[in-house]
């Protein structure tokens, strides 16, 4: 009998395996389909520009290989491309922190405290989220050009800061709202505060979603060419990796061995950042939809 158990077990994991391999073999072909692109744009970031005007990136496996760091050390050395990757960093990394801070305590205002309006200010914030960016770019920057504060780090920080924060704030909110409701009330009847339930419960239970915020954020400001190039574009030592590759393009548009080294290196923070922690990302997108 348990032979026979074990038969039909086996049986039935074979043909789950058999039932799901069209699957697998069409979610792999999409994956290498959508990394080949990026495999052509590193391959020819090391070519030598000869080969890239006149032979297709996938002849470069062809023996005799030539390969080379001249592109990177160019585009790094003498087009700048070191500074504003500098810069880059110096703009995502605080705003990201800054949008999960205040998004983290706005959210939980809106789910668990008992305030005046809170329903009506919230679908205000919300609402926030249809707003087209480019309706603000001129007000914002009056505002900012009567304040001194063009072409400045802080003036780009408060920027992406306002512009992320709707989304995050309903991001989040979703999430704290299905925490466990008792676990909270629990804690507040043993006489715990806002402030100690936010930082001791709310926030370890929240790190997928805190993490996937993050990963958003960090992504959309790193990637972003429009608010930096509104709030920065004429400021050359404080511009980011995107206005630098937009302005590689319209000067040196037929140099593409300096393009393609350009372009990898504005992606090879991103990739590595999303490749590090897609664990969280995972987590913090299903969260919404496991909970409640």
Same mark, same amino acid.
């Given at each position: 009998m348990a032979r026979e158990v =074990?038969?039909?077990?086996?049986?039935?994991?074979?043909?789950?395996?058999?039932?799901?391999?069209?699957?697998?073999?069409?979610?792999?072909?999409?994956c290498l389909l959508w990394m080949l692109p990026s495999a052509g744009l590193l391959v020819s970031s090391f070519r030598p520009?000869?080969?890239?005007?006149? !032979?297709?990136?996938? !002849?470069?496996?062809?023996?005799?290989?030539?390969?080379?760091?001249?592109?990177?050390?160019?585009?790094?050395?003498?087009?700048?491309? %070191?500074?504003?990757?500098?810069?880059?960093?110096?703009?995502?990394?605080?705003?990201?922190?800054f949008v999960v801070m205040v998004a983290a305590f706005a959210a939980y205002a809106f789910a668990w405290m008992e305030l005046p309006g809170r329903d009506a200010i919230f679908l205000v914030v919300v609402g926030l989220i249809v707003v087209p960016i480019q309706l603000t770019l001129i007000p914002v920057l009056r505002m900012f050009s009567s304040a001194g504060?063009?072409?400045t780090f802080p003036a780009i920080w408060l920027a992406h800061t306002a512009y992320g924060l709707p989304f995050a704030v309903f991001l989040l909110r979703n999430f704290f709202i299905a925490l466990p409701k008792d676990?909270?009330?629990?804690?507040?009847?043993?006489? %715990?505060?806002? !402030?100690?339930?936010?930082?001791?419960?709310?926030?370890?239970l929240s790190v997928p979603s805190l993490a996937a915020l993050a990963?958003?954020?960090?992504?959309?400001?790193?990637?972003?060419?429009?608010? %930096?190039?509104?709030?920065?574009?004429g400021f050359r030592s404080v511009a980011p990796?995107?206005?630098?590759?937009?302005?590689?393009?319209?000067?040196?548009?037929?140099?593409?061995?300096?393009?393609?080294? =350009?372009?990898?290196?504005?992606?090879m923070l991103p990739l590595a950042v999303f490749f590090a922690l897609q664990r969280y990302f995972v987590e913090g997108i299903l969260a919404g939809a496991v909970k409640g």
């Amino acid at each position: 009998m348990a032979r026979e158990v =074990a038969a039909l077990s086996r049986q039935e994991r074979l043909m789950r395996s058999l039932s799901r391999g069209p699957v697998n073999v069409a979610i792999i072909a999409i994956c290498l389909l959508w990394m080949l692109p990026s495999a052509g744009l590193l391959v020819s970031s090391f070519r030598p520009r000869n080969d890239i005007a006149t !032979t297709g990136w996938w !002849t470069a496996f062809k023996t005799p290989f030539e390969f080379t760091l001249a592109n990177y050390e160019q585009v790094l050395t003498t087009q700048g491309m %070191a500074q504003s990757f500098v810069n880059s960093l110096i703009i995502s990394v605080p705003v990201t922190v800054f949008v999960v801070m205040v998004a983290a305590f706005a959210a939980y205002a809106f789910a668990w405290m008992e305030l005046p309006g809170r329903d009506a200010i919230f679908l205000v914030v919300v609402g926030l989220i249809v707003v087209p960016i480019q309706l603000t770019l001129i007000p914002v920057l009056r505002m900012f050009s009567s304040a001194g504060m063009t072409g400045t780090f802080p003036a780009i920080w408060l920027a992406h800061t306002a512009y992320g924060l709707p989304f995050a704030v309903f991001l989040l909110r979703n999430f704290f709202i299905a925490l466990p409701k008792d676990l909270l009330e629990s804690a507040f009847l043993e006489g %715990a505060s806002h !402030t100690r339930v936010f930082l001791r419960i709310v926030m370890p239970l929240s790190v997928p979603s805190l993490a996937a915020l993050a990963i958003f954020q960090f992504l959309w400001v790193w990637n972003d060419l429009l608010v %930096a190039l509104v709030y920065l574009g004429g400021f050359r030592s404080v511009a980011p990796m995107t206005v630098t590759v937009s302005n590689l393009v319209s000067s040196f548009g037929s140099e593409w061995h300096l393009l393609t080294a =350009a372009a990898f290196i504005s992606m090879m923070l991103p990739l590595a950042v999303f490749f590090a922690l897609q664990r969280y990302f995972v987590e913090g997108i299903l969260a919404g939809a496991v909970k409640g």
